[in-house]
Each structure stands twice: as C-alpha cells, then as structure tokens.
C-alpha cells in the first residue's frame, strides 16, 4: 500500500491541525502515533493506496496545501 505523508510531528496538536486543514477536503486523512526510541512523533497520513500512480495523484492535488508531501509505502 501507498500513502502520502503531509508530515511527521513532535506535537500531537500540530498534527491534529494538519489532520483537520485536509480533512475537510479528504476523507482518508489519518494521523498515526509512531515511537521512535524515547521520542514520539504523530504523522499524518493519506490513503491507502493500490498504485504509487494513485498515490502520487493525490499528493499533485494536496500540493496546493503547502505541506511537504513524500509517498511511503508500506
């Protein structure tokens, strides 16, 4: 599966800001709590996606956004 990661926060609040701006836009936006050694950082995630091609479609139309988008799969 394919997502696009609008970003990954050290602040659940900055997150949840993010989560709730494409939210209104997207309904697959998610917001996943990853730890990473003492550290915990909240990503925000759309998708999943069957094809890198689906993925990266979404992620041309959430640029207009201004967030730093990358695919990951997974």
């Known amino acids: 599966r394919y997502y696009v990661q609008v ?3 050290s602040r ?3 997150a949840e800001r993010v989560c709730s701006r494409l939210s209104s836009q997207y ?3 998610r917001i996943e709590k990853v730890n ?3 550290k915990c950082f909240f990503r925000v ?11 990266e479609t979404r992620a ?3 640029s ?3 967030y730093p988008l990358i695919i990951v799969s997974e």
Not at 45 to 55: E, I, L, T, V
């Open 7 to 9: 970003g990954s926060y």
């Open 12 to 14: 659940q609040a900055n």
């Open 27 to 29: 309904d697959d936006v």
């Open 36 to 38: 990473a050694g003492s």
């Open 45 to 55: 995630r759309m998708g999943g996606f069957d094809s890198r091609g689906a993925a």
């Open 60 to 62: 041309r139309q959430s």
């Open 64 to 66: 207009r956004f201004g």
